[in-house]
């Protein structure tokens, strides 16, 4: 992306031409969400303040870095829910709680990030999650400990970069859908985390579906599509 | 591939080798499949004679080209029901009728054998299925139309190449969980449905999961597990 | 690009080697710009310092950051009129006003500074237009609401990235040139703006042309072309 | 693509299913064409069968290979005008002239099926237009010698590829729209059109648009665009 | 590759000046093998011949046709020991045997051909093997079985393609060098095997290593450089 | 590229507009090349007819098959010295002999016919030239046995696929000039010739240079201009 | 990778839940080794205190930055063995030393970080190392002046980036186990490694195996593999 | 690559174990230069104290960062001819003056670095040169005004980024030797100088050759080949 200095500056003029998505929840049970990473410091800033200010429902924010939370804290005192880890931010608080729950497995520490972003998402949509951190197959009774308990899931999330071979190997052992999550962990033939997703989609596991990499809030998403078609 | 001449002389010796997984439809809910596209006529011919012999339940094969499917009835005299546009077979049957039901959407003419091979597969897993074809965004008042009968669906698989746009589309006009299944129409920039993959991977529209290219069986499976979740 | 420290303290002695192409507009209907986006701190300062004392008329600078124009107005206290979010500056004025109208529709909040060149670029070459901001397809009526508005101009310019349906659909529902425009918003899969490029080549709409990724100064130029050559 | 070995036989049963976009010349000046390339030789004989009983006015088939004319000719008997090396055909004749015109400059010999193709999509258009073949800037004479004759036109269209530099020489010479199209000719670093297409989107040349690789309706479809917006 | 129509006709002229690197065996324990892939079928013919004549020991012939075989046979009347679905032809019998064994482990059948040309190398090169066919970890219980078995082999090879998941999964589950083959069964993102090289790659089982896709050969080779280092 | 089924009905009406470029020799010292693979039988066919009939001096054919050239010597009855392996033709003879040499170095048999293009595209261009085959790293004594030989030379072509380290060897030892051509040979991570040409890029031997992949005839032209500037 | 600004304030909560593999010796002869390039300062000091506290046996830690290390030694005083250069981090010690010798062979100064990971990694398992830098083949004779002392090697690590040509060569002349590592130096066509990396596993010498790109570590452990399976 | 903190504190230990290749101007005529890009600060400095303390002839450092080059003086105050543009330094003077010239052609201001580069590389080897910038062919007249200048010259380098339209020009321009040297100006489609080079890899203009992309060193290197082999 460009680089956007002076962005804030002129968005100020604008700002009032921006078309938040007020029908989205009535069309597709989910609220739109601002995704922060292509945007500015001051947009972020401007965006909450003019949805902090216009009355809308929660929202829901997505890869906001600390300095964008700052920067809207700052100007509008917004009342948001930050969580720095998933860089997701709550504002207007959350959807009502369902009676619902989802399974979340992630291969090694470094997939964290991704898996909370899954689990603030399902938060946010009112839906309860439990994580499962460090079962990646190089170790693979640390996964077996666990089928029984995953097995009762109605959904799961794999969260897994590098090889994603955890992917496989649940999709394998469960009959619940599985969303496939590539991370961009790893270096090299890891390739930013296409290795992982293409080894995701080509799986010999059939059924298993795949979202864009490091796309956490997707698969969320998709899994609250799948607890609101039950 | 490699070719693979004379590979039917020799699987015969190891036929018994063949490690069909019977247990996988305990454990998943779904029989493993037979996947043909890189086995031999002669090999395919030998798993169907062997399948046939050793008495397991309904198996689906897929990718079988007319040259397998001929060649394997002229050897076991199998009862196979052979579909050839969506290169699909049944051997002994299919699996027990679901109440449940799918929306297949797709594109244009140009995907119809990997929409078939998606309407195959769930009729093979006891699901039934409407399939709307030539409705790709070109002219999207074809889409707009049918938008009241999509909702009532409780899970969309939109079958697309080329832009892939169709699965944006649809994820933002409606809230059961969306499959997208890129197809490797189209030429040059289509890059062989890389492009559809990846639009539909980026999709704009929030919670849409996607399988490999032309993998509407994976996209069959992924319905049958929502299905059966919910 | 390598870095290029020191640049300044050299092309100081060669900056009169420059050959800026006087005849451009004779020959094409529009000077020379400048692209700054691979030149240092310092070249970018001399150019403008050598075309102001050299008598041009009006020259376009695009991709010039904070430093660049900085650096240019320090050292030649140059008549630029800068924008920071669209980085682009006018020496000299601006070309002739064009009896013209160009619109331009944006998918996004993080497309704006692309779409913002497109417009400064029209706005140089005396040519107005129509901006219209957050308009993607996830909610289709956004756009739809747009439809008749957008039939009126003689020339599209669409600018979107990720998945980048919204050229296909615009290109679907006018008839007027569309330029479409991909930009490098979105991660992972959108890989850069290459899948918005690709989609938009791919495009199932006929005859939608496409410019290189977050190309919004090419865009106006073929713009100018086409409203030059009715 | 998958192969469709027996798709003609399933195709019969569904064939009253295809949704021929006919409002598309009232929406966008230009009817739907019928991209043969993914289709088999069985349903393009259908799909000929069908518009000639449906009575539609005067449509374009695009990459229709000799096989898929003659099983057209033979089921249907349709009054087929067809052009072999363009691997066009028109059905029912084609739309009103225009009072325009359009130049199209190839570089070589093996550019000249995409040239073609461009051309008789043009004809079908009712738009005239003038070929120059073998002006690669390998003998630059050959393109100068030209330069007047091209500066007449109004529309240029650009087919080229392996390096493409035809595309930056012509754009930098002349004032009218200029749309690049890049073929897939060459081997090696030519990248089957890859490199041609990138190099035309990184033209130095401002404002010239491009199509998809090998495209030469697109880029006929788009000259159709500008010559109806003047 | 181009193509070679001809290549038969002028090789016999230079036939003799092929030079067969008969030391090899003395400097790196084996002999030089003759990959017959980017080889016309005369040529193949033609080197079997020379080396028939000229009384070098057991040279092995890898991707070795059909066609290429008979033409061999047909000229020289060579005694080659071929077998069809691993491509090897062995010429004048097969190195001594050593006290060594290697196990291979295969995900499905479509692997077998890559296997088996990993097991005949190392038949040539005077090892055992045992080849375990079918024990991908979409039924994870089929490999789990036989973990005991395979932590009694010095070295273990492992041939996968798609995910190539079960490179990781061995890998973490034995301490003997691991040697993985990706092969290129699959369609879509297994791009041709380099979703499953890379995967092997970027394994979380540290200390795999990794050979070209579809190099059974390769694999076989260092298989015997670690057993004679041992 | 795309079917050129017919191609030959057609290039009749316009074979007359073929713009042969005459005056190449004189400004660069070497004619135009017609370079055949991608152009239909007939096209080629027509082109010698052409040429033929409009007394040109002599003139090369590259990546002429064995179908093209019958189809030639058919209608025209052209005296074309035709050499298979190479895929090369001379008509009306070759240029006057130069008294100059080149030395020609390729790694294995497969690299042969790209070896023998550049030898015969010399040979054409009145350049004596000496072949080194199976001069591969692997056996490295073959190569240092003959490095007294190369040194004499006055240019090198250094012909390699697959890792292609001989370029870089040969360019350590060498202080001619190295033409280094990446040959399509290998498989898998050979990609085709992408990874030759890369190593050869990307080479540690200081100032070797580089042609397409299987460009025999550029490195021929290359070392034509060089021995031309002495 | 996301940034992850304050990571660390939430891992604290979690850290119990990290599951280090402590069976992993025991299976397959080496502990698990943490990663560190994927994790943020902070996750890695926690890991560290965690570790310290816990009890474990010897760790390494690989690709450990100078700020990680700080954040280590800061919080818990851990008893931190670290190397810069490698970036690797003993924790408690080694593992007992093997009677077993390992050579590594690097192309250039650029290639050493690399190379000391692999030494690093190869003392904590108790494996002593001889490293041979700058014997690139560009200067043939200081590889070849030490090809008696390489031969003399049970195993060797061959570290090259850019062509990677030293693996090809020193595979053709020992006879040992080849382990090669490409690296990520150079620019351009050589990819960030990825030329060396496929260059190598095309390897015209045979049973050369392969890591991922700048694995050093992982090269290590395939020689303990080796090493422990003789 | 890796970072390297701390890399200077261990190099110490070690300097001594470099290996410079003294006898490369004896065996290629050229002395063996060095390249900083991949290595730290600290290392340049111990390299440079190092070849000063060692008395070797003179050396050229190629791509030395401001930082390298101040750490260099600052620890053994070298006598270094160092310009910041082209990133270059000479140690201990140049090489003996040629009689010889080379020309250098570039398409813009932002390909200057990369041709100063080739100048200074070409200083050091004692051949005079004369630059030509801003030559680009979007304005072909500044081009054509040089012809005959340029046909004087016994070598040309080109330089050019993005469609590298002038190589292919100036290749069809002139007779003598051409050396193309992609550079990485540009962006999106430009591909960091991938374009740019596969455009000049697959250039109609034939006899072109080509270097790795911002390699103005390697090109002088091949002139300066050339040039002694006259």
Redesign the interface.
């Known amino acids: 992306?460009?680089?956007?200095?002076?962005?804030v500056?002129?968005?100020g003029e604008?700002a009032d031409?921006?078309?938040y998505?007020r029908?989205?929840t009535h069309?597709?049970?989910?609220p739109?969400?601002v995704?922060c990473?292509?945007?500015s410091v001051g947009?972020v800033a401007l965006?909450v303040e003019h949805l902090v200010s216009s009355g809308v429902g929660p929202v829901l924010f997505t890869?906001m870095?600390?300095l964008q939370y700052d920067a809207a804290v700052n100007r509008s005192d917004a009342p948001l829910d930050y969580?720095?880890?998933s860089?997701t931010a709550f504002l207007n608080g959350s959807m009502a709680e369902r009676n619902a729950h989802v399974g979340i497995v992630a291969?090694?520490?470094?997939d964290?990030?991704?898996a909370?972003e899954a689990q603030r998402t399902l938060q946010f949509l009112g839906i309860a999650s439990q994580l499962h951190?460090?079962?990646?197959?190089?170790?693979?009774?640390?996964l077996l400990d666990r089928v029984e308990e995953l097995r009762r899931e109605?959904?799961l999330i794999v969260v897994a970069?590098?090889?994603?071979?955890l992917?496989?190997?649940v999709?394998?052992?469960?009959?619940?859908?599985?969303?496939a999550v590539?991370t961009?962990?790893?270096?090299?033939?890891?390739?930013n985390?296409?290795?992982?997703?293409?080894?995701?989609?080509?799986?010999?596991?059939?059924?298993?579906?795949?979202?864009?990499?490091?796309?956490g809030?997707?698969?969320?998403?998709?899994a609250?599509?799948?607890l609101?078609?039950?």
Chains 1, 2, 3, 4, 5, 6, 7, 8 share one sequence.
């Open positions: 992306m460009r680089s956007t200095d002076g962005y500056k002129t968005i604008t031409r921006l078309i998505d029908d989205r069309r597709i049970g989910m739109e969400a995704f990473l292509d945007k947009d965006i890869r870095c600390q969580e720095p880890v860089q291969a090694g520490t470094s964290r990030p991704v909370l951190i460090d079962v990646g197959v190089a170790g693979l009774w640390r109605r959904v970069g590098m090889d994603a071979a992917a496989s190997v999709g394998g052992l469960v009959g619940c859908p599985v969303i590539p961009s962990t790893g270096y090299g033939a890891a390739r985390g296409e290795t992982a997703l293409n080894a995701m989609l080509a799986s010999c596991a059939q059924g298993v579906v795949v979202t864009n990499i490091d796309n809030f997707g698969a969320a998403c998709a609250a599509r799948i609101a078609a039950t």
